[in-house]
């Protein structure tokens, strides 16, 4: 399988913490990253992983951290400009695999999500919530078993988006069509979860949920979230 890992942001929130250090670059133990601590889950729970990783705050850094985790790393030059849908557009050849795990790269996860979910094909397209969680700022109201729709900028909503989606190889062709098409149209400032979105507003597309309420994961956006990474 091939997993996409979108660490090109600044980490604006966590600043100054995140000044000279990409936040993926966190360190939660002597010897391990946040972003080293998902390579080597995804290299324990799938050994044939392709690694992909997308970098642009401190290019060179975050190349030099992965140089014993056997990833491919890709260039966003435009990272303080754009958001992550120019990121995974840098990425889209990938997109041509048969299955796709694209990840936020601030996500600390325990092994067991990795294991059971995260590391596991799928035959249609997905994206981890977590019930349990009414504080993000990406969140998702659903309608049976599909997503409805994902947005910062919802009132009424099921669950927090968890930053992870897994895609057959039809849905990544889809998505890396629709990518194209937003980038094309110069909407180089939204996420690539927007793409999603627009693609189950305009073309029906069928965009399912897994809640991974009662794991322990958080995203690393907060002062407090590096606490609870540690934890995790």
């Known amino acids: 399988m091939t997993y996409i890992i979108l660490a090109a942001g600044k980490g604006t929130n966590l600043q100054p913490l995140t000044l000279k250090t990409p936040k993926s670059l966190y360190r939660l133990s002597k010897d391990m990253t946040v ?8 290299r324990t729970y799938d ?3 392709e690694i992909v990783v997308v970098a642009g705050f401190m290019y060179s850094v975050v190349l030099k951290e992965l140089e014993k985790e056997n990833a491919v790393v890709v260039r966003n030059p435009f990272y303080a400009q754009t958001g992550s849908i120019a990121s995974l557009w840098f990425a889209r050849k990938y997109l041509e695999r048969d299955n796709i795990t ?17 590391c596991k094909t799928t035959k ?12 993000g700022k990406y969140n ?17 909503y099921f669950a927090q988006y968890a930053s992870v ?27 690539y979860e927007d793409a999603l979105t627009q693609m189950i507003f305009s073309n029906d597309f ?4 897994k809640d991974i309420a009662g794991y322990k994961w958080t995203e690393v956006d907060t002062v407090n979230d590096l606490i609870r990474a540690k934890e995790v």
Not at 35 to 42: D, E, H, S, Y
């Open 35 to 42: 972003l080293q601590k998902m390579t080597r889950n995804i």
């Open 47 to 49: 050994s044939n992983a």
């Open 102 to 118: 694209i990840l936020n790269s601030d996500i600390v996860a325990e092994d067991k999500l990795f294991e059971e979910i995260i």
């Open 124 to 135: 249609k397209p997905f994206v981890l919530i977590d019930s349990s969680r009414k504080d």
């Open 140 to 156: 998702v109201q659903v309608e049976g078993d599909s997503v409805c729709v994902m947005s910062k900028s919802l009132s009424d």
């Open 165 to 191: 989606t897994k895609l057959d190889a039809v849905s990544a062709r889809f998505l890396a069509e629709e990518v194209d098409e937003m980038i094309n149209q110069e909407m180089y400032d939204l996420l």
């Open 206 to 209: 069928r965009l399912y949920y």
